[in-house]
């Protein structure tokens, strides 16, 4: 199992600058470490959930979405099991439900098999 705990999520205007934690824990992380991805997905009220970003464990590579690319970082802590993903110059657009992902093994652009509970973003024009 594994457990994924997102935060950092709030009001901002649009321009502004946001940073998402995810903190993950549990047995199925912790044999994984060496193949699995940590991702970060939004859904936006009427959309579907999409995958914006995400990062493979060990090595670093990374994936991002052409709707986030060049405004988002995701980044990751090893020794602390946790996440970061870092939005610059947000966008009314980006307001969504920002979910914190893992997938065991794959490429960080899919393959992802738990979510967290989500946290709120939202941007004011």
């Known amino acids: 199992q594994v457990q994924l705990v997102e935060s950092g999520g709030g009001l901002v205007q649009a321009g502004a600058s946001l940073r998402l934690s995810c903190a993950a824990s549990g047995r199925t992380f912790t044999f994984s470490s060496n193949t699995c991805n940590m991702g970060w997905f939004r859904q936006a009220p009427g959309k579907e959930r999409e995958l914006v970003a995400g990062i493979k464990w060990s090595g670093g590579n990374t994936y991002y979405s052409d709707s986030v690319k060049g405004r988002f970082t995701i980044s990751r802590d090893n020794a602390k099991s946790t996440v970061y993903s870092h939005i610059f110059s947000l966008k009314p657009e980006d307001t969504a439900v920002y979910y914190c992902?893992?997938?065991?093994?794959?490429?960080?652009?899919?393959?992802?098999?738990?979510w967290g509970q989500g946290t709120q973003v939202t941007v004011l024009s």
């Open positions: 992902a893992f997938g065991a093994v794959g490429e960080p652009r899919d393959s992802y098999d738990y």
